[in-house]
């Protein structure tokens, strides 16, 4: 199933140079609420208040996040696609880790709370 991503072999393979401390999430925190909750909403699962009708529709997060690295989640942030923005110009590199570092956290963090029991695993690479 195409995603319509084209996502460089080489972004994927990217390290996060930013270890998810508390001030990284934090202030991944702080950017997700002001760059990106309209669309992926408070819970991540893309049930933000703008993300009616956006074609394509907004990414679960909490599904997508696990199955993806860093360095391609990053990459998402900063080129953007569709409706949603690059931030490659309003966000600097580390900002843009720290928002990957949240949102794994956050993504982590719901699925163990086992929003369906037995997690799922479909893969499509």
């Keep these: 199933m195409g995603s319509g ?3 460089p072999e080489a972004e994927i393979h990217r390290e996060n140079p930013i270890p998810p401390d508390a001030r990284s999430l934090d202030q991944g925190g702080v950017l997700y609420a002001e ?3 309209r669309c992926h909403g408070e819970t991540l699962r893309g049930d933000g ?3 009616h009708d956006l074609d394509p529709p907004v990414a679960d997060l909490v ?3 696990p199955h993806h ?3 391609d989640l990053a990459y998402r942030v900063r080129i953007g696609r569709g409706p949603m ?3 490659g110009d309003a966000l600097d590199e580390r900002d843009i880790w720290d928002l990957v570092n949240f949102m794994r956290d956050r993504a982590q963090g719901a699925a163990l709370a086992g929003t369906n029991g037995l997690e799922h695993h479909h893969h499509h690479h």
């Design 85 to 87: 923005p690059g931030f």
């Design 35 to 37: 760059h990106c909750v």
């Design 5 to 7: 991503w084209e996502v």
């Design 69 to 71: 690295s860093d360095g």
């Design 63 to 65: 599904e997508h996040a």
């Design 49 to 51: 208040p703008d993300a």
